[in-house]
């Protein structure tokens, strides 16, 4: 019976999560009433007790109602459920433990007006068919829906954080059918370091335009690997992050990133250094990237963002996106150069709607003729160019409806070209 009981408060406890702000600010107060009323209770307790010891004669069975009336109050406060530390989140019954739990239900259509590159619903320039392509498909999932879990717990020198976050979009390899469960974040934090998997120390989230396409541009950083990063923030001078992450596949050392960043009334700013490694069959060549990053508020609803990456080679193609692979000649492994850039303007314009507008680009510093492009082949990138102009609109509270125009153009070494014109239309339903 006992576990029956705790299986129902679990239970209960897992239904508040979706009860609006109002029913948790209700809760917070029952249970700030039911302290009260403990110590109430304790004091006059105490008071009875003193008053025993002066008249012996008193009756014991009134002390023992009092315990009875006590248990009673403190057996509620124990399994009450309250508002936690982190918004929208709830206190764990019994615990310190702070639990959110966060996510969507989302469907995609894209309608491609030109040719569809293989391997991706979402766009994927670098392998646009080439030429005046007409053939575009049209394609719809729901396998970018999500969901996660965020707990935090207080201690002596600060509170230990948690994250897991899954979706239903691995990569399976080209043409094939995604929807396996993902996991996308999973690390634990406490006292400035942070130890497991979650976005790249080196990638500039803060100044990643938003769009409704799941990928984005290419010309910055998407990447979350295993890590381990310690962050020593001061707020008079700046945040400075070091990171061991997870290598590219094949490597034997593990990539090493240094970070500053800083904050100010109009906006924020940032620089970011990595050493990596490339490993091909036995050989291996460490190559080093460097990035800038901004954000500006223009007004109190719009914000402009741009980023700057500069990479020696990119094994995973994640830590520039748009970046041609290492290549193996003879015995030595042959890096290619590449600049990104993505700029964006975001701007609310009320609750409801909110737009964005982006570009990202990038150039390879090789050319037709170079040992690079021998070893890699004429059909390597060497120019990226891809826009987006959406916005969202939320009809009512948690639902979200996305419409996107995209397009691009793929140019290689050799001058051919490849075209990108397709409308991403999306619809998001949130809960917490």
């Known amino acids: 019976m006992k576990k029956l009981n705790h299986t129902f408060l679990a239970l209960m406890a897992a239904g508040l999560c979706s009860l609006p702000p109002a029913a948790f600010a209700q809760t917070a107060k029952d249970f700030e009433d039911m302290r009260n009323e403990l110590k109430a209770l304790r004091a006059e307790l105490?008071?009875?007790?003193?008053?025993?010891?002066?008249?012996?004669?008193?009756?014991?069975?009134?002390?023992?109602?009092?315990?009875?009336?006590?248990?009673?109050?403190?057996?509620?406060?124990?399994d009450a459920v309250v508002l936690g530390d982190i918004p929208g989140s709830f206190r764990?019954?019994?615990?310190?433990?702070?639990?959110?739990?966060?996510?969507?239900?989302?469907?995609?259509?894209?309608k491609d007006f030109k040719g569809t590159a293989p391997g991706d619903t979402f766009t994927n320039l670098m392998e646009q068919p080439l030429g005046d392509t007409r053939n575009g498909k049209t394609s719809l999932t729901a396998q970018?829906?999500?969901?996660?879990?965020?707990?935090?717990?207080?201690?002596?020198?600060?509170?230990?954080?948690?994250?897991?976050?899954?979706?239903?979009?691995?990569?399976?390899?080209?043409?094939?059918?995604r929807n396996r469960l993902r996991l996308r974040h999973a690390y634990g934090e406490y006292a400035g370091w942070l130890i497991g998997q979650t976005w790249s120390t080196f990638m500039d989230v803060d100044n990643l335009p938003e769009t409704v396409d799941f990928n984005g541009p290419p010309g910055a950083t998407f990447r979350r690997p295993a890590q381990v990063r310690y962050t020593y923030?001061?707020?008079?001078?700046?945040?400075?992050?070091?990171?061991?992450?997870?290598?590219?596949?094949?490597?034997?050392?593990?990539?090493?990133?240094?970070?500053?960043?800083?904050?100010?009334?109009?906006?924020?700013?940032?620089?970011?250094?990595?050493?990596?490694?490339?490993?091909?069959?036995?050989?291996?060549?460490?190559?080093?990237?460097?990035?800038?990053?901004?954000?500006?508020?223009?007004?109190?609803?719009?914000?402009?963002?741009?980023?700057?990456?500069?990479?020696?080679?990119?094994?995973?193609?994640?830590?520039?996106?748009?970046?041609?692979?290492?290549?193996?000649?003879?015995?030595?492994?042959?890096?290619?150069?590449?600049?990104?850039?993505?700029?964006?303007?975001?701007?609310?314009?009320?609750?409801?709607?909110?737009?964005?507008?982006?570009?990202?680009?990038?150039?390879?510093?090789?050319k037709l003729g170079d040992a690079y492009v021998n070893a890699y082949g004429a059909e390597g990138n060497h120019k990226l160019y891809q826009w987006h102009a959406g916005m969202y609109y939320l009809p009512i509270?948690?639902?979200?409806?996305?419409?996107?125009?995209?397009?691009?153009?793929?140019?290689?070494?050799?001058?051919?070209?490849?075209d990108m014109l397709r409308l991403n239309l999306q619809a998001r339903y949130l809960f917490n």
């Open 144 to 177: 970018t829906s999500r969901f996660g879990f965020e707990t935090s717990t207080p201690t002596g020198i600060g509170t230990f954080n948690t994250k897991i976050e899954a979706d239903f979009y691995a990569y399976c390899g080209s043409e094939c059918n």
């Open 92 to 110: 764990l019954p019994g615990s310190e433990t702070s639990i959110r739990v966060y996510g969507y239900a989302e469907a995609n259509m894209v």
């Open 233 to 366: 923030n001061n707020p008079d001078l700046a945040k400075f992050q070091f990171a061991i992450e997870e290598p590219t596949d094949g490597a034997k050392g593990p990539n090493l990133v240094a970070r500053v960043d800083k904050g100010f009334d109009w906006g924020n700013l940032n620089a970011r250094m990595m050493s990596h490694e490339q490993r091909i069959d036995g050989a291996s060549k460490r190559g080093v990237g460097f990035g800038l990053g901004a954000g500006y508020k223009l007004t109190g609803t719009a914000t402009l963002m741009a980023q700057y990456t500069r990479l020696d080679g990119d094994g995973d193609g994640a830590y520039l996106v748009g970046a041609n692979y290492p290549v193996l000649d003879g015995g030595t492994v042959r890096l290619d150069k590449s600049h990104g850039v993505v700029l964006g303007l975001t701007n609310a314009f009320n609750d409801k709607l909110r737009a964005t507008v982006s570009l990202g680009m990038v150039r390879s510093r090789h």
């Open 397 to 418: 509270p948690n639902v979200e409806l996305g419409s996107e125009l995209i397009g691009g153009r793929r140019t290689t070494f050799d001058g051919q070209r490849g």
């Open 46 to 78: 105490n008071a009875l007790k003193a008053q025993q010891a002066q008249t012996p004669a008193a009756p014991a069975a009134s002390a023992s109602a009092w315990n009875d009336r006590i248990e009673a109050v403190e057996l509620k406060q124990k």
